[in-house]
Nanobody
Framework: QVQLAESGGGSVQSRGSLRLLCAATGDILSTYSMGWFRQAPGKEREAVALIDSETASITAYARSVKGRFTVSFDKAKRTLDLQMNDLKPEDTAMYYC????????????????????WGQGTQVTVSS
């Protein structure tokens, strides 16, 4: 059983930075990717950044965050980070940590086996 717990959300002004952290317990190596998804009010959930859980070196980013967000995974500590820089109001959303059974590029497109494992979410609010 995989359990995920996010922290680090908050409010920031436009062009500011935030760092999200996800602590994982359970058999995370049975999943191919870990990553971050977000959902804004009235919008569908979208993938933000994914990383493979085996080597922690293969990443995939949504076009809207590429160059601004960086995902990393520490296998030993079982922690997933999302460093978010140059934040924009359109980044405002609930951010969810997830572990899914698919390679990062496939997970970015919303394709994985089963339902995946999800955290409770942490709110990020960016004001202009």
């Amino acid at each position: 059983q995989v359990q995920l717990a996010e922290s680090g959300g908050g409010s920031v002004q436009s062009r500011g930075s935030l760092r999200l952290l996800c602590a994982a317990t359970g058999d995370i190596l049975s999943t191919y990717s870990m990553g971050w998804f977000r959902q804004a009010p009235g919008k569908e959930r979208e993938a933000v950044a994914l990383i493979d859980s085996e080597t922690a070196s293969i990443t995939a980013y949504a076009r809207s965050v590429k160059g601004r967000f960086t995902v990393s995974f520490d296998k030993a500590k079982r922690t997933l980070d999302l460093q978010m820089n140059d934040l924009k109001p359109e980044d405002t959303a609930m951010y969810y940590c997830a572990a899914v059974d698919a390679e990062p590029s496939e997970a970015l497109r919303g394709h994985w086996y089963g339902s995946g494992h999800w955290g409770q979410g942490t709110q990020v609010t960016v004001s202009s």
